[in-house]
């Protein structure tokens, strides 16, 4: 899909019934939590691993303690 396409697409989107420019939006939400890591969450996901480099993270014998496993 080329960025045309999408720019055509949400132009038409502009002249749906209010609906359903309600659903797309929706839609493009859930989209876009499923796909797109915000910062704070790729700052976690990096604050993570440095951590697990490093051997600071949590023990496994803890993390299966906890669910009693």
Request: aromatic content about 6%.
């Amino acid at each position: 899909m080329s960025t045309l396409t999408l720019k055509t697409l949400l132009a038409r989107v502009q002249t749906w019934p209010k609906g359903a420019q309600e659903e797309a939006v929706k839609a493009l939400q859930e989209i876009e939590v499923d796909f797109i890591i915000g910062p704070t969450t790729r700052q976690e996901l990096d604050q993570s691993h440095q951590e697990a480099l490093r051997g600071a993270g949590t023990d496994m014998e803890e993390v299966f303690g906890r669910y009693n496993l």
